[in-house]
Each structure stands twice: as C-alpha cells, then as structure tokens.
C-alpha cells in the first residue's frame, strides 16, 4: 500500500489506522441505522448511528490529512483520494441532513453506499505519486473538493429520489394504506416494520412536526433541496475548473469530454430546476429526472477517467 | 374554516408541540410557476386597430402568428427543451472523437466509408458545427426573452409587500387558525414583530388601511382601531436568484462573442535563443471566421532566451516544473517585458494578452563535442524506425559516429538524456560480430569518452518549449459572469417564507361567546414559502405555539409550562394595565 519507510510512523500518523478505524464505524453506522429504523422510539437508536457515522467521518478525513501530511500535498490527485474525500462529503452533508429534515430511512442506504464506496475504493491503487506540473496548484485544492461536494449532494439526492419512488409504488401497491395516509405516515414514523418493506417505510419523526405532509412529499423536497445546492457547488467548481485552466492552459474550457460531460450533467439538473419551476409535475417524474442526472454524473466521474482520454486523465484508476 | 373552536382550543388549553404540528394543514404548492401566474399567461394578441380593419386580414395574420411565435420562443417549455438539447448535443461530443483533441487519422481509420457522412453534420466537430452554434444562438435569445417574460413577474412576485384583509385571509383555503389577542393592538403589534424579527422576519405593518405607519404606543383597548393588516417575509432577497443567475449566463454568452470576435491565440514552438513574430508563429487562431473577425494581432516579438526542465529526485521520469525566460519586444524591438520567467501555472500577463508555458519537447538537435570541438547535430537519419544523428568523423566521409538519442519521458527505462554513439567505417560498425553488440558508447548529459580513438563528449539535447499565447479582451467581463452566475445560483438556494398576518377586533358579544372575556381580537395569518415546506412547516409550528403564548397569555390558574415562555418573551403583555 505505502512506501516501507511509512512502519517507522506512530499508529496516530498511520493513514491506514484511521481508514481502518473508519470503515469498522462505518459498518456499525450501518447496523445502527438499521436498528434505529426497527427501534425508533429507543433515544439510543436515534443518536447512536447519528454519531457512529460522524466519527467514521472524522476517521476518514484524519487519514486524508496523515496522507497529506507525507505526501506533502493536499492527498486529492488520484482515484482512491477521490472517493474517499467524495465518501467524507457524503457523510457530512448527510449528518446536516438528518439533523434537519430527520430521515431514518435514508440513513442505511447513504451509509451502506458510502461503505461500498470506500471498499471499492480500498482495492484501489493506493501509492503516493510525485505531482504532475499542471497539477500542482491552489486552484486544485479548491476546485477538487467543491465538484466532489456537487457530486455528493447529487448522490444524496438520488437516494432519496430512489426512496421517493419506492414510497409512491408502495402507495399505489395498497391504496388502502392512501386512504388512511396519515395514520400511515404515523406508523411509519415510529419504525414500526410494515408492508413487507421495513427498511423503505420510515419517515419523519413525528416530533419533527412533518407528519402533516406525505413521506414522497418529504422525499421530493429533499431531493430539491439537495440540487438546489449541488447545482450551484456543481457550476462554481466548473467555472473554478475554468478559471484554473485559463491559468494553466490559457483556455476557460476545451471542450476535453470530462469537462463537457460536467456540463451535461448541469445541463441535466438545470432540466430538474425548470421543470420544477414550470407548473406542476409528479414528483415522480422530478424523481426520475434526479435519477437520470446522477446517472450522467456517474458517467462524468467514472466513465470519463475509464476511457482515460483529455485532460483530465490524471482522475485514471492506475 | 371554523373560527371559534380553534380559537378556543389554543386558548384554554395548554397547547403542546405536537398538537400544533397536527392542527397545522398542509402548506400551498409552492406558486412560483409563471404558467399558473394568470397575469402573464395570456396570449399576445393582436392590436385592436389592425382588428377592426378587415382589409388588413394578412396583417392580422402575420400579428397573430408572430405573436404566436414569439410566445413559444420565450416560453420555458421551450427552455427545457433547449437545454436538453444542448445536453444531448454536448453528450455527442463526448462519444464521437472530436478533431481537435483526437488525431485526425485515428478518426479516419476508425469511421471509415461514415467518416464523410459523419463529417458533413459535423460530428467531428460538434462544438464549432453550424447546429450547435444555432442552439446557443436559440438559448441565447430564449433566455433573453424570457427573461423579460417570465423570470421579471417570478421575482416580483416575492418582493412585492402585499397585505392581506380580514375576509381575503377567511377565504384562503391555506389560513392557519386564527389565535386569540388578549391586548390592546399596539401592545399585540409591539408583541407581534418581536417574535417575528426573532425569526428573522422583516415585518411590515399597515394600520387601518395606512402603509407602513408605525404602531401608537400605549394605547389602551380601542376597538376603533379596527382592521390591521401585517406582513412579514424573510429571504425575499432569494427570489432575486434566479434573475442573477439568468443574467449572468447572457453576460457570459455576450462576452464570449465578443472573445469569438475580437480574440485571437497563437502556439508556438521555439527553441531558446529564438526570437519570432506574433503574426509570423506557427500557429494563429482566430476565433471568428475571416471577414468576421475585429481584433488585431499586435505587432509584437517573443525572444526566448532560456529553457529549462526540473525532475522529481525520486521520480526521473516525472517533470516537476518546466521554465521558460523570454522578453516581449514591440514593433521597433523595444522590451516591453525583459527577462521573464514563466512555467506551468505562471503565466506572464500584459494587460488582455497572456504567454503560457504549455509543453516542451526535443527538437531532435543534439550538442556534441567531436574531438574536443563543439558540434551540433540533427537526428534526422532513420535507423530501423529510430531517429538517429549521422555525424562524419573523417573528411574522407567514410568513418561516421551513429548517434541514438534516448529521452527522459519518452524512451521507457530511461532516467536521463543520454546518447549511445557507435562507429561505422563504411562498411559495418565497429567491434561488430555474430551475436554480439558492437562496440558502442552510452553518454549522458555532460559526459565524454573515447570509441575507437574518436574522442566524443554529449553536451545537451536540444529542448524546444511549447507557448501558447492569447488576447483575451474579454477576460474582465468572463470573470465578472463567473461571478454573477455563481452569486445568482447560490443565491437561489434558502427558501422565501412569506407570512400575511390581520389583526381584526371581536365585538365583546362574540367575545364572551367564544372564549374567555379578555379575548379582544382575532389574528388571522395565511403561510407561503416557495421551497422547503417540510421546514417551513416545523417553524410554523414553533411559531404558533409562540403566538399564543405572546398575544393570548393563559391565565393564572393554567400553570403550564406556556405561561412562564410567555411570561420571558413578552413582558409588555404583563405591564399592560388590566
Ligand atoms: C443553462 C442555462 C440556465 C441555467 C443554469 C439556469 C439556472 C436557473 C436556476 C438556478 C434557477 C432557480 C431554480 C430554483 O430556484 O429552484 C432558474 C429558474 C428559472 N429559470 Fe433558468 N437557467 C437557465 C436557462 C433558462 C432559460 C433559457 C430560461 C428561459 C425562459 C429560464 C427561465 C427560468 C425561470 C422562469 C425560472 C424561475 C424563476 C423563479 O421562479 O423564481 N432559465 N434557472
């Protein structure tokens, strides 16, 4: 994984301790997010997973930092640090998440696909690789972690457009339960394991005071809420990208298909916003909208760097 | 809605969180759509005066379709469709190899017998492609138009302070409960705002009918007050968002049209010691085509004086930073700019005209000594597909060193510059034998050694850089649409939350009816928000429950929990003479 001089580090300053440490946190976060769904009314339940997946988060930056502090640069130039940094982003702009709209249902998934994501990155090359020039710059600090941030927000709001979706099929599935939506809704927010799909039928607790409003309702304004800021870290960390090209290669934009690619996937979520802006549509049709945006934003993150074309190559898995 | 229970729910009771989040009905639809805006979805029809002449049928015609037209050229259906398009069309360039940044022959190769075809939609060059261009141009004006149309009345909408009257808020079908006020109106307003501003509400006031005039202080019951109306917003600011956003994008789309026009860029490969032309270097873009074009190259020369290559101790093979030293000359050779050191990242800048350092690469051209004597050679011969330097080492040209050049970066396992020189007398190389390398010379930079009695030394290979140079007169305006785009969208982000709140006297008849006899009026407040209705939703609920407690304080036989907030929040209520 790294050099062999790196053993003579005390644990502390060992990046792999703290990824350890982090994913051993990450899969209680996940197991305790389960549990909180099936026991929401048990205090513990609630702050445990809450916690669990903050400290995995502080585990996985402070590795971030121990690889920075040996590789002598901020440690985000290659795959692996991607989608770590990209996990660590997801983490803590779910935990704003959960605190303010309190979505039980959402924690395993987010927490589940963040493990994925880091296993997956794990199987990564992991060693430290000297600069190339054109990288070596403020602007990369910047311009990296505010797309990354995008890309998180946009993955959130996939997997709550997915839950949105689940939910409306539900409905449909028993419309009895649509009859009776509000006692429905209350059930569901105390965990009570229902229908066949315990782990999708949570909502909002009803101390939060949301009851009042469906669960794809709620959905649909999380998924909102979550373009509305991917949209505009998504465009400052293109026109970030721009600026910094424009130093380096004296070129804003050169059409390289990483950064076309960007721009559809913006384009994409801009079809999102104007639809909402523009009369009334189904949130699930909004939510299949999310859904094909993150598809194209998948696209933008792995597909480019696997054809390993443009500029951008440094992003190459290997 | 039924006034009098709900009225007297909250009043009588201890009223808890979660019995206010239940009473509370779900928020309207957020109204921010310009098609359900009434006042803007009208078609444009024609003038009346070409009406009334029926002689000018064609007119109407012509009026009525151009209106029609114009209606769908602005309308945001048309927008979406437009940016999907655009979306779809980028998508095309991203999958089709595209010819400036793909080699022309790879493409060729690849498409074959399509590759004309292709060609001719301009798939190999989607971006510059007359459709794409006819897309922008449409978005342009699409967006240009709509502007005016529909994004004007959307944030209007949100900075407009309307107030609401008694019987407007009894008819809105997503009125809140009215709660009950137990003190004198400027006491109850005074009250009012408190717990608003805490909010973050900006509240506005319009007291019998008068805007904005400032609450009476200390005036004790006066049913006569009558009517008055209130209206707190907070993030009005939002609704600006999405117009910033738009102009930004118009701003961005003007100024680079006006790079297309006016811009040029030049790529040149020099090696130092060169001194070459603007107008004269190997490669000059302009960005418009001829006869389009407005800008001007300046008249100005580039003097390389220097170049230089660093490399990673541990990593040779990987350049760590390339630098560049040039002056910039005017017409007369004067120095505009004398001894500069650019490298990647580090641009020089002369006002709107920037020089980069863009790569560097061997010229093939390598310095050697011959002898003790200085010379230099080009590798120029091929030698099984290797690019090789002939060098005579006799007048008679019969003996002659064969020079390999090998290069960091390019040559795999090669950690330095070197040569591999042999000797060739004509006939074979020197030391050749069946199975056995002939004698040969590995020399890197710097170094020298004797082969067969010729004494050569390899000095250095010759490193051409790479600039590239652009005047860009629109630099200032691109940053300043960065800038207006990126405000504009995150500006877009918190929600508007409006409030129109009426204070409206209760006879004391209804009063004692109703609820308990200190009930002087009724507050009537009707909630909006264009995003975020979850949220909206929560704070509704606290603030409902500090309403109550402000405006209708329990009296002291209810020992509730209610009491004593009400009781730190609003001292006024308490000193108000009974
Ligand atoms: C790629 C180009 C565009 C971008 C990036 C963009 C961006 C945005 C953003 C961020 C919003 C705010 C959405 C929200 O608050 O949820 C918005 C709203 C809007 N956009 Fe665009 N837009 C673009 C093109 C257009 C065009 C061509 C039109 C032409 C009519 C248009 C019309 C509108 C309207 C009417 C709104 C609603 C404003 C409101 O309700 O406050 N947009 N746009």
Redesign the interface.
Known sequence: MLPLETSTLVFWQDERFWLHGGLILLVLAVFAYVLRLLFAQRPLAHGAAWWLLLLSAVAFSTSIACRSAEAGYFALSNMYESLLVLSIATQCLFLWLDRTFRLPAMGWPVSLLVLATVAYATTLPTNIQPLQAALQSYWRSIHVPVILSAYAMFTLAFISSLLLLVQSWREQGAPSHRANGQQNIHAASQGLPSFGLPLLATGPEAAGGSGALSLVSLYDEVTYRCVTLGFPLLTIGIILGGLWANEAWGNYWSWDPKESMSLVTLLGYGVYLHLRVNGEHRPQTLAWVSVAGFVLMLVTYFGVNLMGVGLHSYGKIG | MTVAPAVSTHVSSPVS??S???Q????P?PS?????DSTVSQPVVPSSGVEADPAKWPVRVLAYWGAETLALFRS??L??ML??L??IA??V??WIP?E???DLADIKRQYGASYQTLKAFGLFNV?SSPWYVALEVLFFFNLLLGSFRWLKP?TTAGLKRQFLSVSQLQKASTALAPIAVTAPWPVTLEALRKVLKKRGYSVYVQPDGQPDKPPVPDVSINHSLGETRVYATKGWWTRLG?AVAHIGILLLLVASLYGTLTGF?VQHVAVPGETFRLSAADRLFKNAPAGFWLGQVPPWSIRVQDFHVDY?A??PD?????FCTLDVLDANGKPLRQGETI???H?LTLGNF?I?Q?SFAPTGKLFLTLNGQPVAVQADQNFNNRPIAVLPVSASGNRALFVFPFYRQQDAGVTDNNVVVFLHNGKQFEGAAPGKMPTNLRLSEGQSGVIAGVKVGYVKPEIATGL???EAPETFW??LA?FI??LG??M??PPQRQLWLALAPVSSAESSQTTSPEVVGLLYWLPKTN?????F??EL??LQLELIQCLAPPGPEDQTLAQSVAVHHQPHARKEPK
């Open positions: 969180a979660a206010v989040a239940e509370l009905p779900a928020l639809e921010c759509s310009p098609a359900v945001v259906p927008a979406i940016i999907a655009l979306a980028t998508l360039g991203v595209q400036g940044l793909v971006y959307a999405p860029k990673y541990n990593k990987t350049p760590k930073q390339y490298s990647v990242n641009p920037t980069y863009a590239q140079m652009k691109m940053y960065f785009i990126c969208t995150v877009c982000f995003k975020g209705k979850h949220l939703q929560q609920a606290r």
